[in-house]
T-cell receptor
Framework: EDQVTQSPEALRLQEGESSSLNCSYTVSGLRGLFWYRQDPGKGPEFLFTLYSAGEEKEKERLKATLTKKESFLHITAPKPEDSATYLC???????????FGDGTTLTVKP | GAGVSQTPSNKVTEKGKYVELRCDPI?????LYWYRQSLGQGPEFLIY????????DSGLPNDRFFAVRPEGSVSTLKIQRTERGDSAVYLC?????????????FGPGTRLLVL
């Protein structure tokens, strides 16, 4: 059974203090690893898709990386508007179902 | 273009009642997914449609839950004899063709509260 574990559960940073969020996964035949951002009361907003170990993607202050067992979401010089819950999900060899972790709730204080 | 839309945004019902939740996917997307999210947890897969047919309904918790997509566009999730444990946010997502590894785009969700 596919499993996704995210750590830490919660992270509090000062504005400008860089850090990383971890997503560890167990899946039979990874077809894609996804990062989403979710604001309170909203649906998940797509950030990145990673397909193979060694792949990296960047968007503004965010950078996602992938190994064979985990993915990291690096946040450089975060701002208060980066405060949200960040969700990681995987898809295995069969289409359809995404398996999600429980997310990391990031709070960036000014 | 327009994203995934869901109605109603909030639904309050009483235990034992029947509810219907609607999802309108991104235009042209053939794959549609329903997930359920409880407070403090990640979304949990319920069902996946490819066109009009349910390709995978392995996540539906029991036979009180049923979903349809009769014309391959709009989908309705139906819950019979609601229970307090059904209270959650019901999320809908769509993707262009449903291939493995394809990005799923989510709607805002319907917040269901069963009293």
């Amino acid at each position: 059974e596919d499993q996704v574990t995210q750590s830490p559960e919660a992270l509090r940073l000062q504005e400008g203090e860089s850090s990383s969020l971890n997503c560890s996964y167990t899946v039979s035949g990874l077809r894609g690893l996804f990062w989403y951002r979710q604001d309170p009361g909203k649906g998940p907003e797509f950030l990145f898709t990673l397909y193979s170990a060694g792949e990296e993607k960047e968007k503004e202050r965010l950078k996602a990386t992938l190994t064979k067992k985990e993915s990291f979401l690096h946040i450089t010089a975060p701002k208060p508007e980066d405060s949200a819950t960040y969700l990681c999900a995987v898809q295995a060899r069969y289409p359809g179902k995404s398996t999600f972790g429980d997310g990391t709730t990031l709070t960036v204080k000014p | 273009g327009a994203g995934v839309s869901q109605t109603p945004s909030n639904k309050v019902t009483e235990k034992g009642k029947y509810v219907e939740l609607r999802c309108d996917p991104i235009s042209g997307h053939t794959a549609l997914y329903w997930y359920r999210q409880s407070l403090g947890q990640g979304p949990e897969f319920l069902i996946y449609f490819q066109g009009t047919g349910a390709a995978d309904d392995s996540g539906l918790p029991n036979d009180r839950f049923f979903a349809v997509r009769p014309e391959g566009s709009v989908s309705t999730l139906k819950i019979q004899r609601t229970e307090r444990g059904d209270s959650a946010v019901y999320l809908c997502a769509s993707s262009p063709s449903g291939g493995a590894g394809e990005t799923q785009y989510f709607g805002p969700g319907t917040r269901l509260l069963v009293l």
